[in-house]
């Protein structure tokens, strides 16, 4: 039987790397000094860290689709350099009232519609209804709530504002609302416990230690 995946799926500007209104240009990007180590932890964890991120700078002609490209590349070489790695990056870079044509699209994709999450469930066999979003606006946990994820807010970015003076206005309550992605990673690996456990496949974990995967305990439930 194949079990998918838990997965983290994560935000990218205001939760892994300083909100910056539209990061147009590759010296814009700075990543969070606890990013690397969260997504460590994920990847020690056995958990998918996905990031899922709108740019519609592209559509709105503000940057090229290549600029996208490095700031990803950028973002995976600096977590690298720190023992840390994405399972999957998904954009967005469509936009409705888009300036250049061949992104100006009502799209699937733009969050909080759940395109991006619904694509890297398919292709790295995740299962979103026991996964968590990570995000500092609303609109992020809307998608993870669409899709029967949990959702948690950091206050970074814009999450502080959305935190004191949106929240009234929020159908559903996050599930969990962190100072930043450390504490919210923190909070995503110890509510799934023996349950992303349970979900990695024990070949993937012989693979990754080196060694046989734990037997689950015999009389636990
Ligand atoms: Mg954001
Ligand atoms: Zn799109």
Request: hydrophobic share 35%; aromatic share 8%; proline share 5%.
């Amino acid at each position: 039987m194949q079990l998918n995946h838990m997965a983290v799926f994560l935000d990218r500007d205001g939760t892994i790397n300083e909100e910056a209104g539209h990061i147009n240009h590759i010296d814009r990007f700075r990543l969070y000094p606890w990013s690397a180590g969260a997504i460590r932890r994920l990847n020690e964890a056995g958990i998918k860290a996905v990031v899922v991120t709108n740019q519609s700078g592209v559509a709105r002609g503000m940057f090229p689709e290549t600029l996208v490209d490095q700031v990803h590349a950028r973002m995976c070489e600096e977590l690298r350099m720190q023992n840390a790695r994405l399972d999957g990056i998904y954009y967005c870079p469509h936009h409705p009232e888009g300036s250049v044509r061949q992104y100006r699209l009502d799209c699937d994709c733009r969050k909080p519609r759940v395109g991006l999450i619904r694509r890297a469930s398919g292709e790295l066999l995740l299962d979103p209804g026991c996964s968590y979003v990570i995000g500092d606006k609303y609109s992020d946990l809307e998608t993870g709530f669409a899709v029967g994820a949990k959702g948690i807010l950091v206050l970074t970015g814009y999450g502080r504002g959305e935190w004191e003076f949106r929240r009234a206005f929020w159908q559903r309550a996050p599930d969990f609302v962190a100072a930043d992605l450390a504490e919210a990673v923190d909070w995503a690996i110890r509510q799934s416990g023996p349950h992303s456990r349970r979900t990695v496949k024990p070949s993937d974990e012989s693979e990754r230690t080196g060694r046989a995967a734990p037997r689950p305990p015999v009389a636990a439930d």
